[in-house]
């Protein structure tokens, strides 16, 4: 393995992302399947947002969200497999210490943002079920905007505390990454110096970012089971939980790993399972978001096959 230079014990020229080095044999095939999937969560994400915004019947406050979604996804995954890719094919597995901080402040606020985006998401449901005849009132376009622009805000925030923090740490020459990417608990690992404080304040930003929107998201589910069980009609409740179990499915899949990931301590020895449980979060679960959603939901599905005959005609006319 090659090594990156520092030009002194506290400035690091570059880092090594060890990342799936301990499987030589596993290299080539991971390269052709993240590849494979980088391109279907491009296509995927890239067809939820043209959709949403070319079909007429889609322009509602759930797929204005689920439009914001997509491009979270498109971006997060963008921050990431790439360098990847590229680390997979190239036996130094180097990547600059300007690029590892890009990729630290950006997956970081991509991946909070979407934590809050969820919960907004499940508040929207809730009122469309729930609240039914003020839906179109209460959810405004207005409001709709002002609780996407709360995702986003509030994953630049953390991202600016957390990021920064981390790398105001001395690593004293320290550049080899036991990871495919540059993220917080990975880079904390790094230090030589106590990190209880970063430890803290992690942990103190993973209850705020998941375990808060996770409950909420209970809640409102809550809510929303109790309202769907009073309703008399079978087809009426099958109709409900069909539209709700997509977001119910996208909310276990990326809560789920992210949360093994981030409430544990950065000492932990997760290591390489740590690191496949990553790889699911930041790159299969964007890839899947828009099959489940599509697969799931008659409107999408119905919007699709119509944007699709209208490129057809216009293709052999």
């Avoid at 943002?113 to 469309?128: G, I, N, P």
């Amino acid at each position: 393995m090659g090594m990156v230079k520092s030009t002194n014990e506290g400035n690091i020229t570059g880092f090594i992302l060890l990342g799936f080095s301990d499987y030589p044999q596993l290299q080539t095939a991971l390269f052709v399947v993240i590849l494979i999937l980088y391109l279907l969560t491009i296509l995927g994400n890239t067809t939820i947002i043209l959709i949403s915004h070319l079909e007429p019947k889609l322009n509602t406050p759930m797929y204005f969200f689920l439009s914001h979604l997509s491009f979270l996804d498109l971006c997060f995954t963008s921050s990431v497999i790439p360098q990847l890719l590229v680390n997979l094919q190239d036996p130094m597995k180097t990547i600059t210490y300007g690029g590892c901080v890009v990729q630290l402040y950006v997956s970081l606020a991509l991946g909070s943002t979407e934590c809050v985006l969820l919960a907004v998401m499940s508040y929207d449901r809730y009122m469309a079920i729930c609240r039914p005849l003020h839906y179109a009132l209460l959810m405004h376009p207005h409001l709709c905007m002002a609780l996407t622009s709360l995702a986003w805000l509030s994953g630049v925030a953390t991202t600016l505390v957390q990021s920064t923090l981390t790398l105001q740490l001395p690593l004293c020459g320290h550049h080899q990454v036991d990871h495919f990417i540059c993220e917080v608990p990975v880079l904390i690992k790094l230090a030589c110096v106590d990190t209880t404080f970063n430890e803290a304040e992690l942990f103190v930003a993973s209850i705020l970012f998941l375990v808060v929107p996770i409950s909420f998201i209970l809640v409102s589910y809550g809510y929303i089971t109790k309202a769907v069980l009073k309703i008399k009609s079978a087809t009426g409740r099958k109709k409900v939980f069909g539209i709700c179990s997509s977001h119910v499915t996208v909310v276990i899949m990326f809560y789920g790993t992210i949360m093994f990931m981030y409430l544990q301590s950065a000492k932990s020895t997760y290591k390489d399972q740590g690191k496949f449980v990553s790889l699911f979060y930041k790159v299969v679960t964007p890839m899947l978001n828009p099959l489940i959603y599509t697969l799931r939901n008659k409107e999408v599905k119905e919007a699709l096959r119509k944007v699709l005959g209208k490129i057809l005609v216009i293709k052999f006319t």
